[in-house]
């Protein structure tokens, strides 16, 4: 008669065998349930909060806070000052996944005010850095906007006053200038630019970017939209030339053109390049979505890699049907007939109003502006209410004992 003990062991080792087997089974059913998981985790995550990659650029989402003037160089020299370090980082921590910092001017004489920035020389680069540098400690991509403001340039500011008018020459405005001499509203007129004088800030655009991929920044979006100059060009109410930079649709795009190819030119193959547009100025027989897309298509052809689409701003006294997400459906075109990425911008305040956009394919990033002056977190906010899971919002660690 066998001992107990070889009786035990010799059930024990069936016993193992069977508790193998069994575990085995769970084991495997577990890893099916967690992959299955995983799978529906993965399918059902926000599409507002998955990463976008565009050339060798990655932003962790896709709530980027748009280039908003602050009107805060205060000695007019064009370099960011603390309050600048203070607005976009704060957005960076927020959670925001891309920041593109406000209309930065290629030269002097381009600024909307006296109080813009600028990046029209060199020693402006350094002025940038501890910005650029401190978006990518929080996580964001930092990008920046260049602008020329043509006939809408030389207005004044809350801290200089004359406010939408223009600022005289002895209080530190300038003469603009345009494709042709309408004035915008009851601004100075501009002075009609000649062919030397295009070739010359096509040249400063260039040159601009270059700067700004020297002082860190990882996208460069190109302003031709809101009336100034490169969108001034665009619109046959405004650009009334006779010579290779007006008339048709192809002259009209010549010079935005020759400003990516510059740009594109002197970037890094790696660095995206954005161009924003106001996809319609609201006027009958002006500039409107169908030419657009046009121009979207084109640009696409000359290395642009997403159209930041937004509206208006080019000509005075028309109606604009403001409503929550009224720009989304150009956006939502231009994307779908020019086959390029696009962003939407303007009253987009909600949560699932981003997501749905984006889940919808209506755009590929949502720009969130007033809303982010009020609530420099609104990315943390909006992950947590759509579900994400805290351990995938990108918390600053020592904001975690405040997660939603």
């Excluded at 990655?58 to 600048?84: E, Q």
């Excluded at 954005?274 to 979505?289: K, P, Y």
């Amino acid at each position: 008669m066998p001992s107990v003990s070889s009786v035990v062991g010799w059930r024990g080792m069936g016993t193992q065998s069977q508790a193998k087997g069994i575990k085995q089974s769970k084991t495997s059913k577990a890893a099916k349930a967690t992959k299955a998981s995983q799978t529906t985790a993965k399918a059902t995550e926000p599409a507002l909060f998955t990463p976008i990659t565009l050339r060798g650029m990655t932003a962790r989402n896709r709530v980027w806070l748009p280039p908003m003037d602050m009107y805060s160089a205060f000695a007019r020299d064009g370099r960011p000052t603390d309050f600048h370090y203070q607005h976009y980082v704060s957005r960076a921590l927020g959670g925001f996944g891309l920041i593109i910092v406000e209309a930065t001017a290629v030269t002097p004489d381009g600024r909307i005010s006296p109080c813009d920035l600028g990046l029209w020389e060199d020693a402006q680069i350094d002025a940038y850095r501890w910005i650029t540098e401190a978006v990518k400690q929080a996580g964001a991509v930092p990008a920046i906007q260049l602008n020329h403001a043509g006939r809408k340039g030389s207005i004044g500011c809350f801290s200089i006053g004359y406010d939408g008018q223009t600022v005289p020459a002895d209080k530190g405005g300038w003469p603009t200038v345009g494709p042709s001499d309408l004035a915008f509203g009851g601004l100075q007129a501009p002075r009609a630019l000649d062919v030397d004088d295009i070739h010359g800030i096509v040249h400063r655009f260039r040159d601009a970017a270059w700067r700004a991929m020297t002082a860190g920044f990882e996208a460069v979006e190109i302003h031709a939209a809101h009336g100034y100059l490169l969108s001034e060009f665009l619109d046959p109410l405004i650009n009334t030339r006779t010579d290779d930079y007006g008339g048709s649709l192809a002259n009209r795009m010549r010079m935005l053109v020759e400003v990516v190819d510059e740009v594109r030119g002197v970037i890094r193959d790696d660095l995206p390049l954005f161009v924003r547009i106001s996809a319609t100025d609201w006027a009958e027989g002006g500039w409107d979505v169908d030419q657009s897309v046009v121009l979207a298509r084109t640009l696409k052809e000359h290395g642009v890699d997403l159209i930041d689409v937004s509206t208006g701003g080019l000509i005075d006294g028309v109606t604009i049907p403001v409503k929550p997400g009224y720009q989304v459906p150009f956006a939502d075109r231009i994307r779908a007939k020019a086959g390029v990425p696009t962003t939407a911008v303007g009253l987009i305040t909600k949560p699932k109003q981003a997501q749905k956009i984006v889940a919808h394919g209506q755009a590929d990033a949502v720009e969130i502006g007033r809303a982010a002056l009020r609530d420099p977190y609104w990315p943390l906010r909006a992950a947590a209410k759509l579900g994400v899971g805290r351990a995938q919002i990108p918390y600053p660690p020592q904001y975690l004992r405040g997660a939603w």
